[in-house]
């Protein structure tokens, strides 16, 4: 029951409304009306009461997407909320553009419907759908041709909407505006004077569309005009003839030009292919290489100017067009010379090898010089180095002559790289070199050189027969034969006896060795010459002086020549008793043949009987009286003096001395010295000496006497022929000197007796003939000769001054 006074009462409802939807009240507005503007007052258009718009609940039901409009409550005026659009309301096609709503009241339900008209204002310009028009003619296109350009829209309807076209000034275009079936207007491009794509191949207008608004509107678009190309242009080179210049010796694949040829035309019309002509010769083809895209010419085969100078050849440009046309050009490539070619030395002759002697300005080698290269490539130039002892000398044109400029030394330089190199004028210059070696042959121009020009060599005497001296080298810078030397000693006689007696060489090595012993005390010293001799033809030679010098040694003993004594005896001496204090008692005297060194001798008592009785002068052997004899003082006094001499080790020899004191009557002092000539000639020391003296000439004549008997059965030695190198001197005991100086009192003691009262020196020894002697104990222009070959010969000394001392 309730479900149904529903339905009944929707009924009634729906009857109500359907009564007030029958009446539809019209309002017109234009379009873009403001926010806020006025259409209507709904409330006086539909007799409704202002004050009850509120309380019955009015309101606006808009049939739309947005809500444009809204009712004032209050005053019942509807408004716009929002600015209306036609054009997006409505579409294009309708004539007519209503916006629909409807009023609403309750109680009591009322609906009211209003039809909103927009009206259309000229709001919108027209547009074109494109902003460029891109049309594509070609050049060959008649006049009148027409070209169909796309229309503008305008969205607004009726007078507001397109009206007619514009386009800009052109000589070649103009237009003609068309209306379509549906009103719309649009336009024909039309060709009016033909094209020419080589002179203007776009050509750009402005088409203008304008509407039938109050004002006008109007929008415009681009028509680009792409004038299309047709093969009516041939390929045209820069230049139609080239002169290309290159290098020869280029890398493959270098460039040697690039053609270029142009083609008005465009697209395959302007497409250029590059080719060969027939009139190019293959050598050309073969050598270079044409890119038949590019038109670039890259070497392709070795450039040398030695072999070909110049290329001739054509190429051809082709367009691909339908129909192709073609252009061409003549290229001469000339190739330039580069310094490319080294120079070249050929040696037509060399001497080697040549002796170092060889003549100055002798011609040695001949060259001959060359360049392939062209100008100052091909001027070459020949040297040798600075330093060298050569020149070049031109004989002829690119020939030389090298010459010895210098004299030559084989032992300073033995051969000679001689370098020839022979350099261009290119740039950068290029050179070449050839080195020969000259070999100098040796020549005997060099004499033995010892590195001393004088050799002291020191023997010690009593050496050993064949001991090694001195090693005495020279040298030779020559070679072979010219530098093997032979040494010998070159001969002198001293005293009958030639120095190969005494010393031997190695004729190879020039070792030198003694054939004999030496005793210093007979020979001190040697000189002689050895002489270097080489192989060379002739032979050269130089020499050397030796210098031999005996070193003594310590091997003779000190001899006591005073007192004299037997061998073994004891040597007997009276003394007076009244000896006084410091008196002189006796005199040691000892001689040593050795050397100064050697020969000094110290004197001491070996052993005394009473040693406050005497002193001894340890130098020159004096025993004195230390205090005068006392009565308790022994008779006999036995003493035992050592005489040392000063070698080392030292060797010495004794005397034994026994005295005995005597009583003797005094004199007066008066009467001694009456006498004083026969006191000074005959006192006790005097005595001494001439006993000393006496006993020395004795065994001196005993030993003169053995010698003269030896001598005499030794048979006359020959004159030797010079030894071998290894012989040896047998005759030990042969004495050689040249001179001989006595040093000391002891050794002319030992060969001489001095008679001092007559003034005659007796020989004690036999003397070498021809010697000579300088004796110190002689005055000093006393010369001595010797005048007789026997051991028992006297020597006359004359004397220049006026005494003589002892």
């Known amino acids: 029951m ?30 873009e009306m403001k926010e806020g503007s006025v259409v209507a007052n709904l409330a006086t258009d539909l007799s409704l009461d202002v004050k009850s718009l509120g309380k019955r609940k009015m309101r606006l039901d808009l049939i739309a997407n947005k809500k444009y409009l809204d009712v004032n409550k209050e005053t019942g005026e509807l408004y716009v909320v929002e600015k209306i659009d036609r054009e997006y309301l409505c579409t294009k096609t309708l004539t007519v553009c209503y916006l629909k709503m409807e009023v609403i009241l309750e109680n009591p339900l009322r609906i009211f419907n209003i039809e909103l008209e927009i009206l259309d204002i000229n709001d919108n310009a027209p547009q074109f759908r494109r902003d460029a028009i891109h049309l594509d003619i070609s050049e060959s296109t008649p006049t009148g041709e027409r070209f169909s350009l796309s229309n503008a829209v305008d969205p607004d309807v009726g007078s507001n909407s397109v009206k007619t076209y514009h386009l800009s000034e052109s000589e070649q275009f103009t237009i003609e505006v068309q209306t379509g079936r549906d009103g719309s207007k649009f336009a024909d491009l039309i060709l009016k004077q033909t094209l020419d794509r080589e002179k203007q191949a776009v050509h750009n207008l402005i088409l203008t569309a304008v509407d039938g608004g109050t004002p006008a509107r109007s929008g415009t678009a681009s028509v680009i005009v792409h ?99 073609t252009g061409q050009c003549t290229i001469k490539i000339l190739v330039e010379d580069m310094n490319d070619n080294h120079p070249e030395i050929s040696i037509k002759s060399f001497q080697s090898p040549v002796t170092e002697n060889i003549e100055l300005d002798t011609v040695i080698a001949v060259v001959s010089v060359s360049d392939k ?29 090298l010459v010895v400029s210098e004299p030559l030394d084989r032992e300073k330089v033995p051969e000679y790289d001689i370098t020839f190199t022979v350099t261009d004028r290119g740039s950068p210059p290029l050179s070449d070199n050839e080195t020969m070696t000259l070999e100098l042959l040796d020549v005997n121009d060099n004499v033995p050189q010892f ?43 001293i005293a009958n006896t030639s120095m190969s007696m005494l010393f031997s060489i190695n004729p190879e090595n020039g070792n ?6 030496f005793d210093y005390e007979i020979e001190k010293e040697f000189l002689f010459h050895i002489e270097a001799r080489d192989s060379g033809s002739p032979p050269l030679s130089s020499n050397v002086t030796i210098h031999i010098i ?36 006796a005199k040691v005297i000892a001689l040593d043949t050795d050397s100064v060194h050697n020969s000094r001798i110290t004197y001491q008592f070996l052993q005394v009987t009473d040693a406050t009785l005497f002193s001894l002068d340890q130098y020159n052997g004096e025993i ?77 004549l005993i030993t003169i006497l053995v010698t003269i008997v030896i001598k005499c059965q030794k048979p006359k030695p020959s004159k030797a022929a010079p030894p071998s190198r290894n012989s040896v001197i047998s005759e030990r005991n042969s004495t050689i000197a040249d001179s001989t100086l006595v040093s000391n009192d002891a050794y002319w003691y030992s060969l001489f007796l001095a008679e001092t009262r007559k003034g005659k020196l007796v020989v004690r020894q036999p003397l070498p003939k021809g010697s000579r002697y300088i004796v110190s104990s002689i005055p000093r222009g006393t010369g001595l000769t010797d005048t007789s070959d026997s051991a028992a010969s006297t020597l006359q000394a004359s004397t220049t001054s006026s005494s003589s001392s002892t």
């Open 2 to 31: 309730s479900s149904f006074k529903r339905y009944v009462l929707l009924a009634v409802i729906f009857s109500s409304v359907y009564s007030v939807w029958a009446s539809v009240t019209h309002y017109s507005i234009p379009e």
């Open 227 to 325: 004038v299309l190309d047709t093969n009516d242009n041939p390929p045209i080179f820069d230049q139609s003839i080239y002169n290309v210049k290159i290098m020869e010796n280029s890398p493959i694949g270098s460039l040697v030009i690039d053609l270029n040829a142009t083609d008005l035309d465009e697209g395959l019309n302007s497409d250029i292919s590059y080719s060969y002509s027939l009139y190019t010769s293959e050598k050309t083809q073969e050598t270079f290489n044409l890119n038949p895209a590019t038109g670039e010419i890259t070497v392709k085969g070795m450039l040398n100017y030695e072999h070909f100078r110049i290329y001739d050849m054509e190429v051809i440009a082709a367009d691909k067009g339908a129909t192709s046309l």
């Open 373 to 401: 290269d062209s100008g100052d490539n091909g001027i070459v130039d020949l040297h040798i180095p600075d330093n060298m002892p050569f020149k070049l000398r031109e004989s002829s044109d690119n020939y030389y002559e």
């Open 451 to 493: 590195p001393q020009s004088f050799y002291t060599i020191r023997v010690m005497e009593n050496n050993a027969p064949g001991a090694l001296l001195s090693s005495l080298t020279a040298f030779d810078p020559d070679l072979h034969e010219n530098q093997y030397l032979v040494y010998f000693i070159i001969e002198k006689e």
């Open 512 to 517: 030198l060795y003694a054939l004999k012993t």
């Open 550 to 585: 005996i070193v003594d040694q310590n091997d003779n003993a000190p001899v006591i020549v005073s007192p004299w004594r037997a061998h073994g005896s004891v040597v007997e001496e009276k003394i007076p008793r009244s000896t006084d204090k410091g008196s002189l008692v």
């Open 624 to 700: 004195r009286t230390m205090r005068m004899f006392s009565y308790r003082d022994p008779r006999h006094q036995r003493l035992v003096v050592v005489a040392k001499d000063n070698g080392e080790p030292a060797l010495s020899a004794t005397v034994t001395i026994s005295l005995t004191t005597m009583e003797t009557a005094v004199k007066a002092y008066s009467d001694m010295t009456e006498e004083p000539l026969e006191y000074d000639i005959f006192s006790d020391i005097n005595l001494y000496l001439v006993i000393g003296l006496g006993s020395v000439s004795f065994l001196l």
